[in-house]
């Protein structure tokens, strides 16, 4: 378990920390050298260097050697110094907080601007978020509640993470606050590209449908249920190219 939320804190999704991985995990917490997410952030040179375990493939018993040499260690330790970059709510996202997901770690971090005020919200305030509702706002209140993840938080502030949203200067306000959906698989944009087009020219993204929905960008594959709710809405379906044109215009 303890493995597990440390690979979700430096997956792709989160920290990015792609110098790490199950096996270099593994290795780490083999000897000692981690036992909770902040102590990557305490890891040196001398500490890893020459670390080494032979991993067995269970399925085909292969065995394969994960070594700490110079260069695996210079880009570990460079990974993991470029993680203090990484915006608030990829940080929120990291910290593996029950049903908090990619969307979720986003509204919370955009909505209440820093760390602090998300672990001082009580359940009526974290509630009234736009579609946070009771379940993920007693989800957040119990991980607070509990002191490890407090004093985590401290550990990795004093790590030098980012805990408060940092404004950017938008693209353009072409989107003006549209609440956008992206459904379905691109062949010019990835989903991950067209999100952030949207942020980065003031829409928002959101998950569902719903009457609030200003449009849905449709790729192939779109689910059918979720193309018949949006013609039951009459919510507005576009393409990716449609929507590079209303971003150029």
């Known amino acids: 378990q303890i493995k597990g939320r440390i690979e979700h804190f430096i997956g792709r999704k989160a920290m990015d920390v792609d110098s790490l991985g199950e096996g270099k995990i593994d290795v780490l917490y083999q000897a000692g050298l981690v036992r909770r997410v902040a102590d990557l952030y305490q890891l ?18 292969d065995e394969r050697i994960i070594s700490f040499q110079e260069k695996t260690v210079e880009n570990i330790l460079t990974g993991i110094a470029l993680s203090k970059s990484q915006p608030f709510e990829k940080v929120l996202f990291g910290l593996g907080i029950r049903f ?24 009526e305030t974290l509630n009234a978020v ?47 606050g549209a609440k956008i959906v992206v459904s379905g698989v691109f062949t010019r944009f990835s989903r991950e590209e067209l999100k ?27 689910g059918p249920a979720k193309k018949e709710k949006a013609e039951k809405l009459g919510v507005k379906m576009i393409s990716e190219d449609d929507f590079a044109d209303m971003i150029r215009e």
């Open 100 to 123: 908090v997901g990619e969307t979720v770690a986003k509204k919370l971090a955009f909505h209440f601007k820093t760390m602090d005020a998300v672990m001082a919200a009580d359940f």
């Open 130 to 176: 736009s579609e946070i509702g009771g379940v993920i706002a007693k989800s957040v209140i119990d991980y607070f509640t509990i002191t490890e993840n407090r004093e985590e938080i401290e550990l990795l502030k004093n790590a030098g993470l980012v805990f408060e949203v940092v404004e950017k200067q938008l693209a353009s306000n072409v989107l003006n």
């Open 196 to 222: 952030k087009c949207i942020e980065d020219n003031g829409g928002i993204n959101v998950s569902a449908i719903s009457k609030a929905t200003n449009f849905v960008i449709v790729g192939d594959s779109m």
């Open 44 to 61: 040196d040179k001398e500490q890893i260097l020459g670390l080494s375990k032979a991993i067995v493939n269970e399925a085909t018993g």
